[in-house]
Nanobody
Framework: QLQFAESGGALVQPGGSLRLSCTAS????????IGWFRQAPGKEREGVSC????????YYKDSVKGRFTISSDDAKNTLYLQMNSLQPEDTGVYYC???????????????????WGQGTQVTVSS
């Protein structure tokens, strides 16, 4: 069974940085499409960044390109999201997830993923 434990969320000022971690169990990261998603209050969950199982290429939501970087440590079965130049619109609960069903840029599609972990709260505010 796929399980995830996200951590690293915090309250940070605009322009600040955070590094999120996601420790996965029940599967190997390198055999799935893996991604970070977020959900702001009153909004649907959206894809932030992912690595496709098809080509191991990272994909990013347009608004985070150049600011966020996804990476993984396969030996630790851990996924990371380095977030720089954070803005108030980046606020939300961040989740990681994996799926064998998403190829290429479709790995940004939340509906292709599940189950979900508890997430970690990121709040960007002055």
């Amino acid at each position: 069974q796929l399980q995830f434990a996200e951590s690293g969320g915090a309250l940070v000022q605009p322009g600040g940085s955070l590094r999120l971690s996601c420790t996965a169990s029940g599967f190997s990261l390198d055999r799935y499409s893996i991604g970070w998603f977020r959900q702001a209050p009153g909004k649907e969950r959206e894809g932030v960044s992912c690595v496709s199982m098809s080509d191991r290429t990272p994909y990013y939501k347009d608004s985070v390109k150049g600011r966020f970087t996804i990476s993984s440590d396969d030996a630790k079965n851990t996924l990371y999201l380095q977030m720089n130049s954070l803005q108030p619109e980046d606020t939300g609960v961040y989740y990681c997830a994996a799926t064998p069903r998403a190829r290429f840029m479709l790995c940004l599609t939340p509906a292709l993923y599940g189950p979900w972990g508890q997430g970690t709260q990121v709040t960007v505010s002055s």
